[in-house]
């Protein structure tokens, strides 16, 4: 990249008021450096990239026109926040980003006056910002909202539904629509952005007020023909009628790398007395680095890289990952079954469905960033005889919590549900943590909830769950790789509400729930080792419990513990309920419970992350020993006298 300016302008800029002192011509150099340090900061970390590096000159132009923090700038996502957090202080700790202690990968209130809205599910920064607007207008506050929303999250329907409200909010809401992907404009240039100049003057948007107000005085067939008009001739020029049927001024398409496009509309954007106005921009990803131009992915996601060549840090080789062991066995079930289909919610490759869409695309279906239509979609065709797989990750499930209950549930629908990230997830940290899924599905009647203990396990649940037709059911799994097991050569159907026993002992009971398991078998060499023989037990089900098995080890062992990678209210929480109705509390046993703790978690390593929750080998020999009213030397003792 070739600059204007000799000295390096980032270096100059610490918040954004400090870009609204540049002149406009300097502003192309500041986006450029700001481009390759987003770059050099993800080549270190890993994160998102693609996204951040489409969003370059529109970060630049809005700092550099609106008067944030005052003015509230709201990321939908945030995968696109990275050139934000630069340019908003914490350049020095970019390079921290989603580690441990460091930076999140998306906006967090906490972490900066400057994140007005934490994001990290897609498609609320409309109700949000209308939410700040709306604020604003009752208290005689000035100050706008700006929500910039992908062209994906736009196939949410929460974004209509906030679109559809946000007329009351007038001039104080502007939505700035990043099209990245859709194609839903004609090309733009120099004709578009004169257009786009002009429809966001002041004069122009006096007039249409003005003609509403007319039009609206004369007969209606008058006024309807004359607003009739008007969208067409504006729907012929710019592809705006949609918008403007939800109560928007709609200006564009423009291009969203042109600096000199961009700052003069939002500058009349920000000055018009007219809105809601939805200023729409064309941007691509990656743009500016010629690995992320040319890969497929425009590298959305991306692991360390070489920033010269573009070449990713590879993993070394391992077991596969869970997504993959899923898929590939509902290929096989597939390949005798043709009533089983595939769901997902716009993440074909984190749960591995694009891996059956190869080998059934007429029978696997992408519905976009829309879980609830996923969910009651799957019921549509449960009701209908298919084997519908609706596989979605634990924390975006939370989003069709309703439908799971009134379309699914309620009805007894053999709907399957493919739990991806279960768990703790890394550097994605606390709002993609999959920690709630047991405690909101094994509440609801009807619902048979799995946890797969390694991928071995995980081939006879996905077989078991296609084959499973008398209601609704569920297989979790973590994110990530397996843990080296040989997968079954021939699948194995489960019996519902049966768990198994991995290991015999006689003094503690570990009961393991999903892939805490091997971590219980530690925790039993480590108990072992002290004189205390443990079984292990993997449960298999969260519901139906194995009762007969549970009951069997909390009467024959002197403690037991339940150990889980899910929220308060999930296992442990159904096994007290067990021993209590059936009087075992009553009889002096010694029961424990083991879970993620009441907290939203940080990111980290997953591992750092579940010794942090207490749920490594450690804890559980911890909880054992306390549970027993033992420290090491007691425990020495004890062991002699025995």
């Given amino acids: 990249m070739t600059t204007s300016f000799e000295t390096p302008l980032l270096d100059t800029v610490s918040t954004p008021a400090d870009i609204r002192g540049l002149a406009p011509e300097q502003l192309r150099q500041l986006a450029d450096e700001l481009r390759a340090e987003t770059i050099s900061a993800v080549g270190t970390t890993g994160g998102h990239l693609g996204s951040g590096l489409g969003v370059v000159e529109l970060t630049t132009a809005i700092h550099y026109v609106f008067d944030t923090p005052h003015d509230r700038l709201i990321w939908d996502v945030g995968h696109q926040c990275y050139p934000h957090k630069i340019l908003t202080g914490r350049r020095d700790r970019i390079r921290t980003l989603r580690q441990g202690g460091g930076l999140s990968g998306f906006t967090k209130r906490s972490e900066s006056e400057y994140d007005p809205f934490g994001a990290a599910h897609s498609s609320t920064s409309i109700s949000a910002a209308l939410g700040f607007a709306i604020a604003n207008k009752l208290a005689g506050r000035p100050g706008k909202a700006i929500a910039v929303i992908g062209d994906g999250a736009m196939s949410a329907g929460m974004a209509y539904e906030a679109m559809n409200n946000a007329e009351a909010a007038g001039n104080r809401l502007v939505v700035i629509l990043n099209d990245n992907d859709m194609s839903i404009a004609p090309p733009v240039g120099g004709l578009s952005a004169y257009l786009a100049r002009m429809v966001s003057s002041s004069e122009y948007l006096g007039l249409r007020s003005l003609a509403k107000r007319i039009t609206a005085k004369v007969s209606r067939r008058v006024h309807n023909a004359a607003q009739k008009a008007e969208e067409l001739t504006r729907g012929w020029v710019t592809g705006g009628t949609l918008f403007e049927e939800l109560g928007f001024y709609y200006v564009g398409p423009i291009d969203g790398h042109n600096l000199d496009h961009l700052i003069p509309v939002l500058e009349n954007v920000r000055d018009s007395e007219h809105g809601p106005i939805l200023v729409h921009v064309v941007t691509k990803k990656g743009k500016g680095y010629g690995p992320a ?20 840090a590879k993993a070394p080789p391992g077991p596969p990952a869970y997504q993959n062991v899923f898929a590939d066995q509902l290929i096989k079930d597939a390949q005798r079954d043709p009533t089983i289909v595939a769901i997902t919610a716009a ?7 694009d891996r059956f869409a190869k080998a059934f695309p007429e029978r696997t279906f992408d519905v976009g960033i ?49 739990i991806d990230r279960a768990g703790l997830v890394g550097a994605d940290g606390a709002t993609h943590a ?70 015999e002992g006689k003094k503690v009971a570990i009961l393991s729930l999903g892939t805490r398991l091997q971590e219980a078998l530690k925790a039993a060499d480590a108990l072992d080792a002290k004189g205390l023989s443990a079984t292990v037990a993997d449960l298999r089900f969260a519901k139906p419990l194995d009762e ?95």
Avoid: W
């Fill in 347 to 353: 993440m074909p490759s984190g749960t591995g469905v």
């Fill in 370 to 418: 829309a879980e609830q239509h996923a969910v009651t979609f799957a019921a549509g065709l449960a009701a209908q005889g298919m084997r519908p797989f609706c596989a979605i990750y634990s924390t975006f499930l939370q989003r069709a919590y309703d439908q799971v209950v009134h379309d699914v549930a309620i009805q007894n629908l053999p709907v399957r549900f493919a």
């Fill in 548 to 642: 007969e098995l549970i009951r069997r080890l909390l009467t024959t062992h002197e403690v037991a513990v339940t150990i889980e990678e899910g929220a308060v209210g999930g296992l442990g929480a159904h096994v007290l309920t067990l021993a209590s109705d059936t009087g075992l509390i009553d009889a002096g046993l010694k029961l424990r419970t083991m879970r993620l703790p009441d907290i939203f978690q940080d990111q980290d390593k997953p591992e750092v992350q579940y010794a942090q929750a207490g749920l490594d080998a450690d804890a559980i020999v911890d909880t054992v020993l306390k549970a027993l009213r033992y420290n090491d030397a007691s425990v020495v003792a004890e062991c002699q006298r025995i």
């Fill in 293 to 312: 131009e040319a890969a497929a992915d425009k590298y959305h996601g991306v692991q360390k890289f070489d920033v010269i060549t573009g070449a990713q």
């Fill in 434 to 503: 999959g920690s709630f899924d047991v405690t909101y599905l094994a509440t609801l009647p009807n619902f048979v909830v799995m946890a797969a203990a390694d991928e071995a396990e995980l081939v006879h649940m996905t077989h078991t769950a296609a084959l499973h037709d008398s209601g609704p059911i569920a297989v979790r799994y973590p994110r990530g790789n397996g843990v080296g097991v040989a997968l079954p050569e021939t699948p194995e159907r489960l019996e519902i509400g049966k768990g198994r026993i991995v290991r």
